[in-house]
């Protein structure tokens, strides 16, 4: 509609200046009116003695006449349609300032508060939001109920606002706060908090989400996205720290942003360059203290850092989207590497769950196993509970395609997720792994014997072989044994190490006498219990 009237009558200026050209030749007709008047008026009412130019002049009169009704029409008419577009105008003005969702100023309008807060040397506090898990209910209960839950969210926000503030809704589960001063800022991020945790009702669903605020004190020295950025930091350090709460933006935040930032850097330039390699870890059976495989663990080797462990670089790599590309260099690299060792040895390789977004993450392994010559039945891929989180239809394609393959799964760090016992029996898994967390608290903590005890149970009934990883003494070992677990791994068996040194495990020299079978035999070659 707004396009409709400006297309057919032009823009506001165009009106406008045609307006003043109408309004220009009605002036000048008036002119004439009175000049050519003066002269016709008095012949036409006797007052004068007539010229001989006087019918002539008494028609153009009239014409003047004619044209000053014209003019003053056509210049109520332009005066209508010049109000009708500004109109227009302001609407589409507020339309490009409006978030259509909420109803809320959106991320221009915010953009446009803090430019006149920077230059009208003002200074305030912004508090930038995000919900916390908003896009679980978006994926469960579909977008209608997203756009709902949105529309409640904005609406709880309003209402905690102090007056003079201004909210906005910044974009996705984004919003953000303008407030006028200081002190009333984290009393106002607070009540948001309390607001946005409390179950928020959606017609028939009920969304339990929570906010993550990052509050920054911002003025007229810094540039309007400079202040969205301060309060940006604050906010992802709540979401570090495990959501739902605020945080004040501080400068050793913003030295950390700096670090992670020449992190990911150096990240994208080590996988350029070829640097991260696997080390091996050896899975034993707790039955026969033999070495069943390795678990394959990624080390950076950095010209600069040295070897650097996973803690350093998994979270980045996964959150800078360059786990996929390190988790398939490794394994590429670990099953070329392991490829003609004793073909009894299985391979366990890591997958994150943002790996899963992928939706050809099956066919890019399924391919790394045919250009290596890596038997799928000799490999195992691990994977958390975190990976059903997002997707799960589509995480459980990926789980069903690699089993189709050969590759058994293992469902890695279990006790520290979201799966329950309950649940475990419907889930396509080949093997569970206690988390380390357990096992550490095993010989000090009667609790900790419970769940391991329970978690073995289960694994029996199910015909799931259970593996405890972390195991770094004799006596948790022998403990974990009595309580009928499977396998284990952990210091106490042996470190992650480079693959030479982890083939040394199982190819040393036969003993001298052994029979010459035995000799060719690598797997007895081994021969070693642990
Ligand atoms: P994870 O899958 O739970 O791997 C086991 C971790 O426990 C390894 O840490 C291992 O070195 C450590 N560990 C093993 N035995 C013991 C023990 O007795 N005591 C203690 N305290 N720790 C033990 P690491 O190598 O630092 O790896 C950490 C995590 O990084 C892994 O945890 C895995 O989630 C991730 N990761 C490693 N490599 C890759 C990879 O290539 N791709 C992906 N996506 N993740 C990887
Ligand atoms: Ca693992
Ligand atoms: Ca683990």
Redesign the pocket.
């Known amino acids: 509609m707004v396009k409709g009237v400006t297309t057919r009558s032009g823009s506001p200026y165009q009106v406008a200046h045609s307006h003043l050209i109408t309004t220009c030749a009605t002036l000048a007709a008036l002119i004439l009116f009175v000049a050519v008047g003066a002269k016709v008026l008095p012949g036409a009412i006797g007052l004068g003695t007539s010229t001989p130019a006087a019918p002539a002049l008494a028609v153009a009169f009239l014409l003047n006449i004619a044209i000053i009704l014209f003019g003053w029409r056509r210049a109520n008419d332009l005066t209508q349609i010049l109000s009708a577009l500004k109109a227009a105008e302001q609407e589409a003005l507020d339309t490009a300032y409006t978030d259509h969702t909420t109803g809320l100023p959106n991320r221009r309008a915010m953009l446009r508060e803090l430019e006149r807060l920077s230059r009208e040397g003002g200074k305030g506090t912004l508090i930038l939001l995000d919900l916390d898990h908003f896009k679980k209910v978006n994926d469960l209960y579909g977008h209608l109920t997203g756009d709902h839950l949105l529309k409640s969210a904005g609406d709880a926000i309003v209402e905690c606002l102090p007056p003079a503030s201004f909210a906005a809704r910044l974009g996705g589960d984004e919003f953000a706060v303008l407030i006028p001063d200081r002190e009333s800022a984290e009393g106002t991020a607070r009540r948001m908090v309390v607001a946005l945790g409390s179950p928020i009702s959606l017609g028939s669903v009920t969304a339990h989400v929570s906010v993550s605020a990052g509050i920054a004190p911002v003025d007229r020295s810094m540039e309007p996205l400079d202040m969205l950025r301060r309060a940006d930091v604050a906010m992802y350090s709540v979401k570090r720290s495990g959501r739902n709460g605020l945080a004040w933006f501080d400068k050793e935040m913003e030295q950390q942003i700096q670090h992670r930032v020449a992190l990911e850097e150096e990240i994208r330039e080590g996988l350029e360059a070829d640097e991260?390699v696997?080390?091996f870890?050896p899975l034993i059976s707790l039955d026969t203290g033999e070495l069943n495989g390795f678990?394959?663990?990624?080390?950076w080797r950095s010209p600069r850092r040295g070897v650097v462990?996973?803690?350093e670089f998994?979270d980045v790599a996964?959150q800078s989207g360059q786990?996929g590309a390190?988790?398939m260099r490794?394994?590429e690299k670990a099953l070329v590497e392991a490829r003609d060792w004793p073909s009894h040895l299985k391979l366990a390789?890591?997958?994150?769950p943002t790996?899963f977004r992928d939706a050809h993450l099956a066919e890019r392994i399924v391919k790394i196993l045919a250009e290596t010559g890596f038997p799928a039945r000799r490999l195992e891929v691990?994977i958390?509970e975190n990976s059903l989180l997002e997707d799960r239809e589509q995480a459980l394609t990926i789980v069903q395609s690699l089993r189709n393959s050969g590759i058994t799964i293992a469902l890695?760090?279990f006790g520290t997720g979201y799966a329950s016992l309950s649940q475990l029996h419907s889930l396509p898994f080949d093997r569970i792994?206690i988390?380390?967390s357990f096992i550490?608290a095993l010989s000090s903590n009667e609790q900790g014997a419970a769940i391991v005890e329970a978690i073995t149970q289960l694994g029996k009934s199910l015909s799931v072989p259970i593996t405890a990883?972390?195991?770094?003494t004799d006596s948790v070992r022998e403990h974990l044994a009595a309580l009928g677990c499977s396998d284990a791994?952990?210091?106490?068996f042996g470190?992650?190490v480079a693959g030479h040194v982890a083939s040394m495990q199982f190819t040393r020299p036969p003993e001298p006498d052994a029979s010459p079978d035995q000799q060719n035999d690598s797997r007895s070659a081994a021969g070693r219990k642990w």
């Open positions: 991260f696997p080390y870890q678990e394959v663990l990624a080390r462990e996973p803690a998994i996964e786990i390190l988790s490794v394994m390789v890591n997958i994150s790996q691990e958390t890695d760090d792994k988390d380390r550490g990883e972390g195991v770094e791994q952990g210091w106490v470190r992650a």
